[in-house]
Nanobody, 122 residues
């Protein structure tokens, strides 16, 4: 089994920073893509940032220039550095791992973390 655990969420004032971490554990051989999604009350879930095993990144327009995604392939961990936070960044942030290859199964699966709350006050 593969498990993703997020950490680093919390409450900050507008203009502040947070660093989210997501560690994948289990019988993992490789993870093709890792990313962060968020969902605010009354809004649809949206992609915040994603990164491939090769380091290619993709960001939502709303966070470009403020957020930075990175990953440590050896640790199967993805990070999201969030700077210049705004109240509209308030949401539950979910870690996602796509096309995870396991040692104990022939197929590749996708996995999700349980989510971590980020609240930005004005």
């Amino acid at each position: 089994q593969v498990q993703l655990v997020e950490s680093g969420g919390g409450l900050v004032q507008a203009g502040g920073s947070l660093r989210l971490s997501c560690a994948a554990s289990g019988s993992i051989v490789s993870i093709n893509g890792m990313g962060w999604y968020r969902q605010a009350p009354g809004k649809q879930r949206e992609l915040v940032a994603a990164i491939t095993s090769g380091g290619s990144t993709n960001y939502a327009d709303s966070v470009k220039g403020r957020f930075t995604i990175s990953r440590d392939n050896a640790k199967n961990t993805v990070y999201l550095q969030m700077n210049s936070l705004k109240p509209e960044d308030t949401a539950v942030y979910y870690c996602n791992a796509k096309n995870v290859r396991r040692r104990d199964f022939w197929a590749e699966y996708d996995y999700w973390g349980q989510g971590t709350q980020v609240t930005v006050s004005s």
